[in-house]
Nanobody, 123 residues
Framework: QVQLVESGGGLVQAGGSLRLSCAAS????????MGWFRQAPEKEREFVAA????????LYSDAVKGRFTISRDDAKNTVYLEMNSLKPEDTAVYYC????????????????WGQGTQVTVSS
């Protein structure tokens, strides 16, 4: 398993920005696709964004497309989520996760989670 530590959350007003970080342990970080997910109170965890290996293709949910940007620094074993134009509905605990991608099959996410970081957007 990969040890994951998310950070960077906080309280921000609507329209503001935050940058989340997810630091991963292990020498094989660059082999993984990395994703961000979020879970709001009384809701299921949902996909937010993904980035393929070597900073390749990215994918975003419709809810965040155009406002959030995922990136990675394999030298630092870290994946980032830049969040702009935040809305109250973005309020959630944000998690990162490793996975893989298979052509024709799409993304597969491992059951490997950190403690998450809380993002609260006030109106």
């Amino acid at each position: 398993q990969v040890q994951l530590v998310e950070s960077g959350g906080g309280l921000v007003q609507a329209g503001g920005s935050l940058r989340l970080s997810c630091a991963a342990s292990g020498r094989t970080f660059s082999n993984y696709v990395m994703g961000w997910f979020r879970q709001a109170p009384e809701k299921e965890r949902e996909f937010v964004a993904a980035i393929r290996r070597s900073g390749g293709s990215t994918l975003y949910s419709d809810a965040v497309k155009g406002r959030f940007t995922i990136s990675r620094d394999d030298a630092k074993n870290t994946v980032y989520l830049e969040m702009n134009s935040l809305k109250p509905e973005d309020t959630a605990v944000y998690y990162c996760a490793p996975g893989d991608f298979r052509t024709g099959l799409g993304y597969r996410w491992y059951d490997n989670w950190g403690q998450g970081t809380q993002v609260t957007v006030s109106s």
